[in-house]
């Protein structure tokens, strides 16, 4: 069982351009969470979705993000126009089970995406 | 609306010492209560975890202790050992929410 897997580790950015990053669950996970972590605001819930949903976004900002979990394939969280303040490490986690049911499960994160903008 | 409010903020503890973490929510519908732990440049990884059915629960030197009347669960750690030294978050399942977590740095 190969964990959550995140993808790049590291990416560079020039302001303006397009980042998009991946992750794969769990396997058996089908409830995927992206959130990004700065030293000062700690660890910030952006994203919860499920297969081809989006459960909960309200920690997504308006404008340039937006996150899909397709069918097939991982999910991707992708920010358009990026600016310097993007520059954070970006974890996704995935879970068994969804933050609905009264059974809850732990969440599984990955190791992680470091943006930097230049 | 803030469900979890976690404290202190960070801690220092002497080796060999007791680390406690507390952990006060307010939603009573939570009925996971987790504990990550996450080492600088890694993500959190789930490190102890209790059902509101049970007051304590121990993993070697890892203790959680649940108070449900009073809405607080917090983390002991016994013996506390420099490589403990790492970010803690208190996340009730349903919560989402990790916040800023409690950095905790054991000097040798």
């Known amino acids: 069982n190969a964990g959550v897997m995140q993808n790049p580790r590291h990416l560079v950015r020039r302001r303006g351009q397009e980042a998009r990053l991946r992750c794969s669950p769990m396997?058996?996970?089908?409830?995927v969470y992206w959130y990004r972590q700065l030293p000062e605001e700690g660890l910030k819930f952006m994203v919860y979705?499920?297969?081809?949903?989006?459960?909960?976004e309200s920690g997504m900002p308006k404008e340039r993000f937006s996150a899909e979990f397709p069918k097939e394939g991982p999910s991707i969280l992708r920010i358009q126009q990026v600016v310097r303040g993007d520059s954070a490490a970006y974890f996704c986690?995935?879970?068994?089970?969804?933050?609905?049911?009264?059974?809850?499960?732990?969440?599984?994160f990955g190791s992680g995406t470091r943006l930097t903008v230049v | 609306q803030q469900q979890v409010k976690q404290s202190p903020q960070s801690l220092i503890v002497q080796k060999g010492g007791i680390s406690i973490i507390n952990c006060a929510y307010e939603?009573?519908?939570?009925?996971?209560f987790p504990w990550y732990q996450q080492f600088p440049g890694k993500g959190p990884a789930l490190l102890i975890a209790?059902?509101?059915?049970?007051s304590e629960k121990k993993e070697g030197r890892f203790t959680i202790s649940f108070n449900k009347s009073a809405k607080q669960f917090s983390l002991h750690i016994m013996d506390s050992q420099p490589g403990d030294s790492a970010t803690y978050f208190c996340?009730?399942?349903?919560?989402?929410?990790f916040g800023k977590g409690t950095t905790l740095s054991v000097s040798s």
């Open positions: 986690a995935s879970s068994q089970r969804g933050q609905v049911s009264r059974k809850g499960y732990g969440y599984t």
């Open positions: 396997k058996g996970h089908s409830h």
């Open positions: 979705l499920q297969k081809e949903n989006i459960i909960d």
């Open positions: 939603n009573t519908a939570f009925d996971y």
């Open positions: 209790i059902r509101p059915d049970v």
């Open positions: 996340v009730p399942i349903t919560a989402l929410i």
